[in-house]
């Protein structure tokens, strides 16, 4: 049997290699994992100004910033679609925000961690956590934190006194 091509083949087959490419280019698509993507950086300062601007608050136990001392709370190497995640659930949710941890010292070490900007914690309140319940709950965590992600993938962990929140993109920015 001798394949025939015809323009309707031609370009069915055309738009499956197009796709392909894009499915399977680097950073891009199904392919590529969350960690495969270029990661904007922040500095300290700079994350405070966004926070600020959306009215979002911060705490730290220790009364400081630096990123080498657990007892801070520090934003220093924070992901920009991670602060650009609180600014999105400060405004969606219209409820008060406090973090209490972020890029320092102390916490859980892996990937997707607070060290290398992908998490914050947050304060507990009745209106974020009301909020977060309306996310699809997805089970318990290893340590049995009760987890639920949000329609845009983030996952955020009950872990008591606050939420632990993972951003995997800036939900919907």
Wanted: include cysteine.
């Amino acid at each position: 049997m001798r394949f025939r091509s015809t323009p309707t083949l031609r370009a069915v087959l055309s738009v499956f290699v197009l796709a392909l490419g894009v499915l399977f280019a680097p950073g891009v698509g199904l392919a590529a994992a969350p960690d495969a993507y270029a990661v904007s950086k922040l500095t300290h300062a700079q994350a405070t100004s966004m926070f600020s601007s959306a009215g979002i608050t911060w705490s730290s136990s220790g009364g400081c910033s630096n990123r080498n001392v657990a007892t801070c709370t520090s934003f220093d190497q924070l992901n920009l679609a991670t602060a650009q995640g609180a600014v999105t659930l400060r405004h969606a949710s219209g409820c008060a925000i406090n973090i209490t941890g972020g890029t320092e010292t102390g916490h859980a070490s892996g990937t997707y961690s607070h060290w290398n900007g992908y998490k914050l914690d947050m304060g507990k309140a009745t209106c974020l956590t009301n909020y977060v319940h309306r996310f699809t709950y997805i089970g318990l965590r290893g340590d049995g934190a009760p987890q639920y992600q949000s329609g845009s993938g983030n996952v955020y962990a009950d872990e008591g006194s606050h939420w632990d929140v993972l951003y995997y993109n800036c939900g919907g920015c």
